[in-house]
Structure formats: C-alpha cells, structure tokens
C-alpha cells in the first residue's frame, strides 16, 4: 500500500517561503516520477512541479517558475517543494503526487496524498 505523506504549510505572509515535503511508502520511490498539484476553493486541481525519478529533469507551471523549486532525495523517499516568493494566488491546499512510471508525462494520476493546506496573506 503506497502512502504519501505531506508536510510543512502553514500560513505565510505574502513575499515569504515555505518548503513542502512529502514522504513516500510502500513502494521502491527512486522508481517513480513525483510532482505537486494544488487546488484552492472552488477550482480545479492544477499541476505546480513535476520531477522524474532520478531527479534529472523538472517541469513547472508558468505561474511558478522562477518562484518554486522541486526537488528529491531518494536516500529519504522524500519529494521537497520550495515556494519562494510567494502570492495570495498561491493559496491552496497542495497535494503530493506519485506518478506511474519514472518519466513525469508517461502516464497519469498514480498516488495522491492528503494535501498540505497553505495560506498566504497578503
């Protein structure tokens, strides 16, 4: 059974950081692509980072580049997501990911986690 773990939101003043962590299990990790998603009120779940299994290429959603960084240590089986920058728009609750293959666009959906809820003040 695969569990995925989320940690680290909170509440943020608007221009702060935080970094989200999200702990797999279950499952051989350095084998899996990883990526973060979120979804604030009343909208659709939207991609924010994706990272292949070892760790060689990363993908963003234009609204994030240059802000958040994806990353991984599959020593932990732990996907990392720092949020610099950040904007009331980034408010959301965010969910880990753990997709089916090695290779992020191979494939879709595989494990969520529960979410982290982050909050942004402006």
């Known amino acids: 059974q695969v569990q995925l773990v989320e940690s680290g939101g909170g509440l943020v003043q608007a221009g702060g950081s935080l970094r989200l962590s999200c702990t797999s299990s279950?499952?051989?990790?350095?084998?899996?692509?990883m990526g973060w998603f979120r979804q604030a009120p009343g909208k659709e779940r939207e991609f924010v980072a994706g990272i292949n299994s070892n760790g060689g290429s990363t993908y963003y959603a234009d609204s994030v580049k240059g802000r958040f960084t994806i990353s991984r240590d599959n020593g932990r089986n732990t996907v990392y997501l720092q949020m610099d920058s950040l904007e009331p728009e980034d408010a959301a609750v965010y969910y880990c990911n753990q997709r089916p293959s090695s290779n992020f666009y191979a494939g879709e959906f595989g494990y969520w986690g529960q979410g982290t809820q982050v909050t942004v003040s402006s």
């Open positions: 279950g499952r051989t990790f350095r084998n899996y692509a």
